[in-house]
């Protein structure tokens, strides 16, 4: 039986090899030029994300049936029993699919960190359980959206296409925008918002070498999407116009209305979780009480339940009350605070589509009835209250403009839409400066907007960038001695230490200088200890460079002290040199690594990479003499001639490997410098590294020389 398996096994893998091996032979042809490798890669991605988009709305809706026994349409008619259980029984199901397979169920916000810090690569794996995380959340009657998983399934695909064809980073966060542009395109019928989306949410910029490919995508996703789901646009809305020009003060208005009940709803989504935080209860049972508390309010208004769509239909029509309107709009902010705040999977924009068509109902109606014949209809303030409202709360104002316009196909309204927009994305990031997505990552020490050197900085600590010289004095050193020390020293600073050669002060150079033209009148009188500093902060080996380049800031001095926290002993000095040096080899490490990483994955099988007529470079499995030995006890280089330039996990392992290692070798692999964290983890390795089984090393050398450890 166990002969049958690994036959089995063999055969897979073999297969699996010849598919690949076929797949890159294809994609070479594709990359007959650039331009024709991108838009043929654009188009592929487009048709994929449009797979996956309709996969998951038929997910949605087989769930939905089965949960609700026919739906949600009709949802004044269901039982008190079925309201109260079945948001109940989604969200334990979601909470134990999160806590038992990944933690990282958070859709959109992962996107943008994985693009922002890991050069766009995303698991397959992660994208697939938030997606029927998502989907359990939806069809169960949790108050979330769908865009998030859906933005995630499309990204994920790009970032496994860039893997396959091991294309740059640059092209791997292009890809994974054609993707994330695909899903939000296919999803919503707007092959332009689709696109705007991703570049302004995914990917934070325009550059005109990305633009094209993911208009590409985005394109081809609606025009299958349209193929298989109708060409109906997604929201249907009767005519509306501008009556008066009285109405575009009263939109201004309703953009500033828009901005309080947006700024209202991130802070009560983020307030909600930090209470759920405070909760003596396991992450998996904290869904569960969400829902039961979504099915508490559904109770008394079963319109909160999942996206909404026919609620905000009659309102687009005028068929409900302002009262009505307006308890809704605070009904749907707690119904999705406790969904979310609560640890279930989804989106926050068919919330904010569904409160800012509440809070534009609302307001039309009251404007109808105190100014009668001068404004539009309750359902035109209703349709541009949900652009203003989604603008508020993720900061897009072109794609919010451009949603609402793809998604109604009207577009009267644009210039009111434009109004409202601004007015209330100016103001909400006046009132909150982060958005719903970038306070996300904000509470994950992950700042987007500080860009790419920030956040490196915010990945290295002092221990990796401090040196340990430095020049100590006594306390009672006298001021003459100070003199002549500095002029034989280099270093501008001097630090007081005691006997146990704990760190008590900084004596600078500007202090010593000052006294400089008293030396003679001051000998014997002054000594260290009265012209030092006491007030400087500190750091240890833990904190991060971004931290002591905010010290640096707020302090004129060249360097600070490294102390140890326990006993403050002086162990090292950082000054902003050495955080530069610090910067500048970690950007250049992972531009290797990025590289490397690439060029790892195209020797696999051992292809051999020619370096001349006597070198070669070749992806080789660990020798068993390797096997559970230090690579200095091992002294390759030297007895071997050969020099190990990366290593890597096995693929079978997938993230298995990694996760199973020991915490030293994780440590060490960290400390090397990981090229990415999604299973095929490459890095350079530490002379201390011990060689496992599972490792495949990529060496260079002479080609005897490698043909003699293969044979170790």
Partial sequence: MNLSRLRVFRLWRVMARRFRQRLHANIERMRTTDQVFMISAAVLIGVLGAGGAIAFRELIMFIESVAWGGGLSDRVSLTTLAVLTVPTAGGLIVGVLIYFSTREARGLPDVMEAVALRGGRIRPRVAVETSLATAISIGSGLSVGREGPIAQIGAAIGSTFGRLTHVNVHRMRTFVGCGAAAGIAATFNTPIAGALFALEVILGNFSFSRFSPIVISSVVATAISRHFLGNQPAIIVPPHGVNHPLEFVLYAVLGILAAIVGTLFVRALYGVEDLYGKVPLPDYLKPMTGGLLVGALALLYPQILGVGYETMDRALFSELEWQFLLILVFMKIAATSFSLGSGASGGVIAPSLFVGCMLGGAFGALVNHLLPGTSATDGAYALVAMGALVSSTIRTPMTSILMIFE???????????????IVSTALSAYLLKPSVYTLRLLRRNVDLEKGQETNILRSLTVGQARVASFETIPPQAPLDDLMSRLADSTDTEFYITDGEERYQGTVTFDRIRSLVAYGEDLEGVIVAHDIAQFDLPTVNDGDTLDRVMLLFGRHQVNAFPVVEPDSGRLVGVIS?????????????????????????????????????????????????????????????????????????????????????KPADQADQAVQAGQANRDGQAHFVPAPDYVIQEEDVLLVAGERDRIDRIIHL
């Fill in 407 to 421: 998604m109604t196909g009207n577009y009267e309204l644009i210039l009111p839409l434009a109004i409202s927009v």
């Fill in 576 to 660: 902003r040199e050495h955080v530069m040096d610090a910067y500048n080899r970690e950007t250049a490490r992972r531009d290797l690594a990025g590289e490397f990483g690439s060029m790892v994955d195209t020797l696999s099988g051992g292809q051999v990479v020619q370096l001349g007529d006597a070198y070669a470079m070749v992806e080789i499995n660990a020798p068993r003499r390797f096997i559970g030995s230090s690579i200095r006890r091992l002294q390759i280089r030297s007895r071997h001639g050969v020099q190990i330039l990366l290593i890597r996990k096995r693929e079978h392992g997938d993230g298995q490997d990694a996760q199973s």
